[in-house]
Structure formats: structure tokens, C-alpha cells
């Protein structure tokens, strides 16, 4: 797990305007601005007349909806948003990374927690198991993987371990 303090401006766009985490699942959100908005973004199954695949709704198909939220004369007093890298995504990411002491079935989530105090953002990563390892490859390199994506996209500043 690594606190990356992040661009806010910059990372506002990608975050909401812009396609760059459209592949992440959405979690969950918290966005504080003349009320408390929560919204969960685990898929309401009975509601598809074919059930979804996945768990959790695309941060695609909800990041219109936070925007809304969160646009204004006014910046927001806070906000948290936690994505998650699509579970359909676990198995090219291990290979990819040449992790092989894990399984995508071992995986719970790979995390990105967006949190906005009123004056700065951060990008907390984190990862979640099935079961408990003292192995922390897969942490190590999710953790290398977003430093990465967000430099490439121009988004990180500094890492705070």
C-alpha cells in the first residue's frame, strides 16, 4: 500500500471527464458537498433482465452521475471514491507481471481509494485476498502498476509510503 499525492486539477479531469479509469470497477463513493451522497456500486442483479457478469458497476457508467454531483461554483468539502481493477482484469495483470504464487480466483480486489480532504488528493492503493499470505508480490506490483498509470496520464507528484 502506497498514498500517492496527486495533480487535483488534473486528476479531476481524468477522474470525471475523461476515459482513463472507465476499465476500473466502481466500488463505492462518498461525496460531501451541501449534503452526504453515498453510492454503492455493487450490481443490483433483479433489476437486469440478463444478470450481469461482474459484481460491481464500471466506473464508466457512473462517473457521469459523481460529476454531477460534484460540479458546481463550489469544490466539494470532501470526497471518497474507491475503484477497483475489473476482476475480469486479474488474470492478464498476474501474467503480465509475471506473478505466479497467485490465482485470479485468490484475488478479492486491486484498489485505487480517491480521497479529497477539501484542499488535496490522494490515490491510496490496496489489495485484497481470499486468504492470508506473508507473499506481498502482488501488493509490490500493484502497487508499481499505479505509480506507473498515473505518471503516464501525468497525475502523480510524490509517493508517501
Known amino acids: 500500500m502506497i498514498t500517492l499525492s496527486l495533480k487535483a486539477k488534473a486528476s479531476m479531469s481524468h477522474l470525471l471527464l475523461k476515459e482513463t479509469f472507465d476499465k476500473f470497477s466502481f466500488i463505492e463513493a462518498q461525496i460531501t458537498t451541501f449534503n452526504k451522497f453515498t453510492i454503492d456500486g455493487f450490481l443490483q442483479k433483479d433489476f437486469f433482465d440478463e444478470p450481469p457478469v461482474e459484481t460491481y458497476a464500471r466506473w464508466k457508467d457512473v462517473r457521469d452521475h459523481c460529476f ?37 480466483n485468490d484475488i478479492t480486489g486491486l484498489y485505487l481509494n480517491f480521497n479529497y480532504d477539501g484542499t488535496s488528493l490522494h490515490c491510496i492503493t490496496g489489495t485484497s485476498l481470499r486468504t492470508f499470505t506473508m507473499d506481498k508480490s502482488l501488493e509490490y506490483a500493484w502497487d ?18
Open 144 to 161: 508499481t502498476y499505479v505509480k506507473n498509470f498515473l505518471l503516464e496520464n501525468d497525475l502523480d507528484t510524490s509517493v508517501n509510503l
Open 68 to 104: 454531477r454531483i460534484i460540479r458546481g461554483q463550489r469544490t466539494p468539502l470532501s470526497f471518497k471514491i474507491v475503484l477497483s481493477l475489473a476482476s475480469s482484469h486479474f488474470e492478464a495483470f498476474l501474467k503480465r507481471e509475471g506473478i505466479t504464487g497467485f490465482t485470479a
